[in-house]
């Protein structure tokens, strides 16, 4: 049984940091891209970041580059979002997503399994 749990989220200022984990199991995780979604309020899912497994390579949503990183580590099976400068329209669910798929994608179509999501507060 595949599970992704991710953790880290929290009530934070603007301008502050939160770093998110997310560890996945039941997979292949060195075979799996991984990526952070959220969804705030009101609105619908969007694409933070994405890390294929294949090449190691990285995509950002406009919103959060250069302010966010995501990173892995394939020997605990975990996937991080570290979030700098954080902003009140951060202030989202943020979902971790495992994909079979080893080009980077931004579409949650491509995902096949995700976690239950953690929030994130950023207050003003």
């Known amino acids: 049984q595949v599970q992704v749990v991710e953790s880290g989220g929290g009530l934070v200022q603007a301008g502050g940091s939160l770093r998110l984990s997310c560890a996945a199991s039941?997979?292949?995780?060195?075979?799996?891209?991984m990526g952070w979604f959220r969804q705030a309020p009101g609105k619908e899912r969007e694409f933070v970041a994405t890390?294929?497994?294949?090449?190691?390579?990285?995509a950002y949503a406009d919103p959060v580059k250069g302010r966010f990183a995501i990173s892995r580590d394939d020997a605990k099976n975990s996937v991080y979002l570290q979030m700098n400068s954080l902003k009140p329209e951060d202030t989202a669910v943020y979902y971790c997503?495992?994909?079979?798929?080893?080009?980077?994608?931004?579409?949650?179509?491509?995902?096949?399994?995700w976690g239950q999501g953690t929030q994130v507060t950023v207050s003003s």
């Open positions: 997503a495992a994909s079979r798929y080893s080009l980077t994608h931004r579409t949650s179509t491509f995902f096949d399994y």
């Open positions: 039941g997979l292949t995780f060195s075979r799996q891209t």
């Open positions: 890390i294929s497994w294949l090449s190691g390579s990285t």
